[in-house]
Nanobody
Framework: QVRLEESGGGVVQSGDPLRLSCALS????????LGWFRQAPGKEREFVGA????????IYADSLEGRITISRDFVKNTVSLQMNSVESEDTAVYYC???????????????????WGQGTQVTVSA
């Protein structure tokens, strides 16, 4: 199974940008979507955004639309999440995931993914 490793987490000042990266250990013909989710303390894991394997299609959570960008680097075999001006509500563990389904309707759902990284903690300080 492809290994996923997130990086870029840590303590971020409120109002500062955030950039997370997820490195894939290898390429695979069984991956159709690359997604980002997050889980805040005491809350369920929620969808943040996703892009197709080719990087030509993206979708973002409605609440984060306009504040985040997901991009694909084929040379490095990574997928990145960039967030502008973080807020305290963005404090969470952020997870990278891959999914085997090509249908866009699976992109926002947990069940659309079958491989997860360990997660990286992001803490927004005032």
């Amino acid at each position: 199974q492809v290994r996923l490793e997130e990086s870029g987490g840590g303590v971020v000042q409120s109002g500062d940008p955030l950039r997370l990266s997820c490195a894939l250990s290898e390429r695979s013909n069984n991956i159709y979507v690359l997604g980002w989710f997050r889980q805040a303390p005491g809350k369920e894991r929620e969808f943040v955004g996703a892009c197709s394997w080719a990087g030509d299609s993206t979708i973002y959570a409605d609440s984060l639309e306009g504040r985040i960008t997901i991009s694909r680097d084929f040379v490095k075999n990574t997928v990145s999440l960039q967030m502008n001006s973080v807020e305290s509500e963005d404090t969470a563990v952020y997870y990278c995931a891959t999914g085997p389904y090509s249908g866009r309707e699976y992109y926002t759902k947990l069940e659309g993914y079958n491989n997860w990284g360990q997660g990286t903690q992001v803490t927004v300080s005032a």
